[in-house]
């Protein structure tokens, strides 16, 4: 949950700036919140009829990898693509973190204490995240790092974080 909430809050913050840099239109930036609204009923849908979530939050961070990252690379009509899958994808991501105390026998009694709790850590990420962005640019003097380290954090995270629990 630090992960995406951190990913996608650093994005929120820094991609008019990153665009502005690649010498984009900086209210291109709106796609990634347009896929984080569609992304809590179209993945709570879809999780609500796969019975392993974990599918889908390795694909998403798969996803989240690949359109970050291409928000670097790709030509300008992908681009759009990307910024909104990358919204898509670490909100996915959420939206199935939120559920899971559900899931849980043990849990499920206590899921409100175990969801606020969560979303207090969760809040890790949007506080370091961010500055760990602003700083690469200051170092590096391009945005490339910055993103590159986004990618990272969110495909990581979410690959290996979908693995938890999981037998043998």
Avoid at 28 to 46: D, E, K, R
Avoid at 123 to 129: F, Q, R
């Amino acid at each position: 949950m630090m992960a995406s909430m951190g990913s996608y809050d650093t994005l929120a913050t820094w991609l008019p700036k990153v665009l502005e840099m690649k010498d984009l239109n900086k209210a291109l930036a709106s796609l990634l919140p347009l896929g984080f609204f569609l992304a809590g009923p179209v993945v709570g849908l879809v999780s609500d009829r796969i019975s392993n979530s974990s599918t889908i939050v390795a694909i998403s961070g798969v996803v989240a990898a690949a359109s970050i990252v291409g928000i670097n690379y790709v030509p300008f009509p992908l681009v759009l693509l990307c910024i909104f899958l990358a919204g898509f994808s670490t909100i996915g991501v959420l939206t199935i973190s939120l559920t899971m105390p559900t899931k849980d026998q043990r849990l499920s009694v206590t899921a409100g204490s175990v969801v606020g709790l969560t979303s207090a850590l969760g809040n890790v990420g949007p506080l370091a995240m961010p500055v760990l962005f602003g700083f690469l640019i200051d170092v590096t003097d391009t945005f490339h790092a910055s993103i590159l380290s986004v990618a990272a954090l969110a495909g990581i995270a979410f690959v290996f974080g979908s693995r938890i629990g999981k037998q043998g």
